[in-house]
């Protein structure tokens, strides 16, 4: 009789355990594996949904399963690697703890080598609800790697991919924003880090639109002197200024018709700004020296790495000016949030680069048994870095690794490659809780139990004082506050941007760096405290912004 109690009882907790976990999961979305890297590289990007894990069940990850497809394909295929193991790792839900997030890799009697986020997995190991949320890098047998990270099916649906490249949850959301807003007129504002591809956004933009075959014309405002602004935007009729021996169209003018994209336009000069704004409003331009106005067709894109309010509270950009452009708003995504993405750009940019010069075959196997010319184990490394300069510098790391290669049959990494994965390494703790129980092997029906974790320093446990401490003990440098703080750079790189009243370098002016100058007597140390940015990050901002 007690043992039906309990066997009712075991079925009923089962049964709450599975819907508590289906709505975790309809909420954080199911957990997939993506080919980051493979000896076949025309796989990268191939994914398999893992939704057994949502109804409790332990998934087998080998050379046999599970199948894997490109997003959108029906038919899929398991990894096939010979140098992989029939024998599976298991990933497995705790049970008992529906909503945790969390889940376990066993691979005690796996032979494949197998390592999560750099760390090899023996016996038993606990992937945690934030390492998922990030992403954990798996390396296979030397040859293959594949992440295991979250995903919202919702957000993904077959269509144009409007020349972006990726089939990241971030990046569906970035394709659905600018479906949306592509046959209107309004003005877009394009946010996002430095190197993010916002040219790129624009130009999908731009193309989705009905101005399609109109021109797409650019600008980078932060590359315009603040005299030669205004006759830059709007044109200047001759004799207006010394120089202007003949008519001068602007670009928007030039945009007639189509669509102007203004970048960095936050570094548009304040006495230029009313200008942009009248053109927003009444679609007339005034060019310098001339008495009548010009009426223009034309859809301005904008796009900032700024902090524009914060810009506006300074009194360096006008607020209605910033209203108008934020009308409508697309953020790019970093490339540390599209970590899913990484083999599909890291071998685009590969494959760019080597036909450039007709080298492209390199990353094609002759057979089975030869090896890939980039190894597996760079390319997991490099998946794990924080990439502060997002596609823009894993384009130059890719450029590096071919042409440093140039005249080998293998890529070769060079200095500043090493110095780069020296980096991945030099900080980052154990992603993964290893624990090895005595309990039987993982079965699909026998999930492993929870045991006691070893306890590892969660970013949730560093308070904003503490961390604010910590950047100004390391004069705002990102690695030594990592390693002071004991958490991996890309968790306080995150944890900077949630920061209320931060800044990065990128939204300082040039009258405010100016003005540090002139109070710090242009003492750069001083001026790191001033304005509490890193050294470099300062060298950086006042070289692009000609004060260096």
Request: proline share 7%; aromatic share 4%.
């Amino acid at each position: 009789m007690s043992f039906e109690r309990d066997e009712i009882l075991s079925t009923v907790w089962e049964g709450v355990a599975e819907r508590q976990s289906r709505r975790s999961d309809a909420r954080d979305g199911s957990l997939a594996l993506t080919i980051l890297c493979h000896p076949d590289i025309r796989r990268v990007g191939e994914r398999a949904v893992l939704r057994e894990l949502s109804a409790g069940h332990a998934v087998a990850l080998s050379r046999l399963q599970p199948e894997l497809a490109q997003p959108g394909e029906n038919l899929g295929r398991p990894l096939a690697d010979r140098r992989m193991s029939r024998t599976p790792v298991w990933i497995a839900p705790l049970p008992h703890a529906a909503g945790t997030g969390a889940v376990h890799l066993d691979a005690r009697e796996c032979p494949t080598p197998i390592f999560a986020d750099g760390v090899q997995v023996q016996g038993v190991h606990t992937l945690s609800k934030e390492a998922l949320a990030l992403g954990v890098v798996l390396e296979l047998s030397s040859r293959s790697v594949l992440l295991l990270h979250r995903i919202q099916a919702s957000l993904h649906r077959p269509g144009d991919l409007l020349g972006l490249v990726g089939h990241s949850d971030a990046v569906a959301s970035v394709r659905q924003r600018i479906l949306q807003v592509a046959d209107l007129d309004f003005p877009v504002l394009i946010r996002g880090e430095t190197g993010t591809g916002k040219e790129l956004a624009a130009s999908a933009i731009h193309a989705a639109s009905r101005r399609r075959s109109g021109p797409l014309v650019s600008l980078n405002m932060g590359a315009v002197p603040a005299s030669l602004a205004a006759s830059e935007l709007f044109g200047a009729v001759k004799g207006s200024f010394t120089g202007a021996l003949r008519d001068q169209p602007g670009y928007f003018q030039r945009a007639h018709g189509g669509s102007l994209f203004l970048d960095e336009v936050g570094e548009t000069p304040v006495e230029v700004q009313p200008l942009l704004l009248r053109v927003l409003e009444s679609g007339e331009i005034q060019r310098v020296g001339a008495s009548t106005p010009v009426h223009v067709d034309v859809r301005l894109i904008a796009a900032t790495d700024s902090n524009l309010e914060s810009a506006v509270e300074q009194g360096r950009f006008r607020g209605p000016l910033l209203h108008r452009l934020a009308g409508y708003e697309i953020l790019l995504p970093p490339l540390r949030e599209r970590r899913d993405d990484f083999g599909r750009l890291l071998f685009h940019f590969l494959r760019a680069e080597l036909r450039a010069l007709h080298e492209e075959e390199k990353l094609l196997l002759q057979n089975e048994t030869e090896e890939p010319w980039l190894g597996a184990s760079v390319v997991a490394r490099l998946a794990r870095h924080p990439w502060p300069g997002n596609l823009r510098q894993l384009r130059n790391v890719a450029r590096e690794l071919v042409v440093g290669s140039r005249g080998f049959p293998k890529a070769q990494i060079g200095p500043q490659i090493e110095r780069l994965l020296r980096e991945v390494t030099e900080v980052a703790p154990p992603p993964s809780l290893p624990v090895t129980p005595a309990i039987d092997p993982v079965r699909p029906d026998t999930p492993p139990p929870i045991t006691p974790a070893i306890k590892y320093r969660s970013p949730s446990e560093v308070s904003t004082e503490e961390l604010m401490a910590a950047l100004r003990a390391n004069r705002w440098e990102i690695k030594p506050t990592a390693a002071q703080l004991g958490i991996a750079r890309p968790s306080l790189y995150l944890m900077m941007e949630k920061l209320p009243g931060l800044r990065k370098a990128g939204d300082l002016g040039r009258a405010e760096i100016l003005e540090a100058q002139s109070a710090c007597s242009g003492n750069l140390e001083a001026m790191v405290d001033h304005l509490e940015v890193s050294k470099p990050a300062l060298l950086q901002r006042m070289k692009r912004l000609g004060l260096a």
